[in-house]
């Protein structure tokens, strides 16, 4: 295989990961980030400079380094349709086109996908205009409830109303106030259900599949599952109560399905097509799709892959991925993320030099993901919501908690705060 230039896109713990895995194989010549974080510095070139969404710069970037392929982390380029703008070029983007990106740009589309096709899914009602949403949570007991944007919001656009008060001040902002722009311009209302919820990724092309681990997600931003939701801030591969009976259902009533009667809808979704599920008493239930590895699932599942992942990039863009045995470690994950004071409202805490990043990166067990972090004056410091992605590893999961949170208690840098709970 001639060895490849890469380009990864986003500045987060997963593109950290991301890069961390490429650097790792042998057929990489030579690996870029755009933009990069003070984490993937280590592993690629990165360009602070130009944006995501800036497919015009990107091009001329791609052909400046002579980039290979491109691996989009985030999900904003994909709904706006990189794939599609490098059709005609020889760089080869790994994503569904902007057809299929809608399966996570909509969750409307996606909703009715679901319903259409017989894909379990808790019961919901989509609304257009807000007099129609207050109408229907004004003659309604059903609390509570979860109210959701229909577009891209960063994965904070999803309230769980527990009474009329609630319901209207959430739809409020999204409809009114336009707390999320475009995106709460339609919304939807959906069952409240109970139970674990699972993450489950697979990387598809023309109908094959390789499926990765499954992964539980932590999504509320306090301890006990209280506070609002956040874009993830915990992960555990594999969940503790998973068993081969919960893997067959959801593989069986949920991700084959979906892969198949996208095919007969006749959308070629080719990419990683990630379900978040919740397995309820009833069995799972499909939440939502995302076209894009998981936040913070992919830094508990990537590092338990042996396999090379640029031979998993080739396999995909041969269209061989039938053939490419996948290996794993035979160990458990837990991922806890580091996040700023104010996270996830706007008003953050940023700036502050981080301590004991060095000590906690030299702890046995454990691996250091940067998501939102900087170098100034040769200080690492946090910029963003969600700093740092702690990951530990062990034979069990509590094992893997343990060894997690060990290296948690090494950092430290005003308004830190994390979960005490994944496990």
């Known amino acids: 295989m001639r060895k490849k230039n890469i380009l990864v896109l986003g500045g987060g713990g997963r593109e950290h990961v991301l890069c961390w895995k490429l650097a790792q194989s042998e057929h990489l010549n030579k690996l870029h980030c755009i933009p990069g974080n003070a984490g993937i510095e280590k592993f690629a070139i990165t360009s602070p400079h130009i944006s995501i969404t800036d497919f015009d710069s990107i091009k001329k970037y791609t052909e400046k380094h002579e980039i290979h392929y491109i691996v989009v ?50 019961a919901y009602h989509t609304f257009f205009t807000m007099d129609d949403a207050l109408y229907h949570i004004r003659t309604t007991s059903l609390y509570p409830m979860v109210i959701k944007a229909d577009g891209l919001a960063a994965g904070k656009g999803v309230f769980i109303a527990h009474n009329e008060e609630d319901a209207v001040s959430s739809i409020k902002e999204m409809m009114e106030l336009k707390k999320f722009k475009e995106a709460g311009e339609k919304i939807i209302i959906e069952e409240f259900i109970e139970g674990n919820e699972l993450s489950y990724q697979l990387i598809v092309k023309n109908g094959k599949v390789i499926e990765l681990k499954p992964s539980q997600d932590f999504k509320k931003a306090y301890d006990n599952d209280k506070g609002p939701n956040t874009g ?29 009667n996208l095919s007969l809808a006749g959308i070629q979704f080719n990419g990683v097509l990630f379900i ?13 799709i995302n076209v894009r590895f998981g936040d913070p699932e992919i830094q508990s599942v990537f590092p338990l892959m042996r396999t090379d992942f640029i031979e998993i990039l080739e396999a995909y863009f041969e269209n061989q991925l039938d053939e490419i045995p996948i290996i794993w470690e035979n160990k458990c994950s837990c991922c806890v993320v580091v996040a700023s004071k104010g996270y996830p409202g706007s008003c953050m805490d940023l700036g502050h030099e981080i301590i004991g990043l060095d000590m906690a990166g030299k702890m046995k067990d454990v691996m250091i993901f940067h998501a939102g972090t900087k170098k100034v004056d040769g200080k690492i410091i946090n910029s963003g919501g969600r700093v740092l992605n702690v990951v530990g590893f062990g034979k069990t999961s509590e094992e893997a908690s343990k060894k997690a949170y060990e290296a948690v208690e090494k950092i430290s840098f005003p308004g830190m705060h994390y979960r005490k709970d994944i496990k």
């Open 276 to 288: 978040g599920l919740m397995l309820t008493q009833q069995g799972p239930k499909a939440l939502e």
């Open 73 to 122: 982390g985030p999900e904003q380029p994909l709904v706006l349709g990189i794939k599609d703008f490098f059709e005609d070029s020889p760089v080869q983007v790994f994503g569904p086109d902007k057809d299929g990106a809608q399966l996570e740009g909509s969750k409307i589309f996606t909703k009715n996908f679901f319903s259409k096709n017989n894909i379990p899914t808790p």
């Open 232 to 260: 993830g801030m915990g992960n555990m591969c594999p969940p503790s109560w998973m068993n081969p009976d919960i893997l067959q259902m959801v593989k069986e009533n949920i991700a084959y399905r979906l892969v198949d």
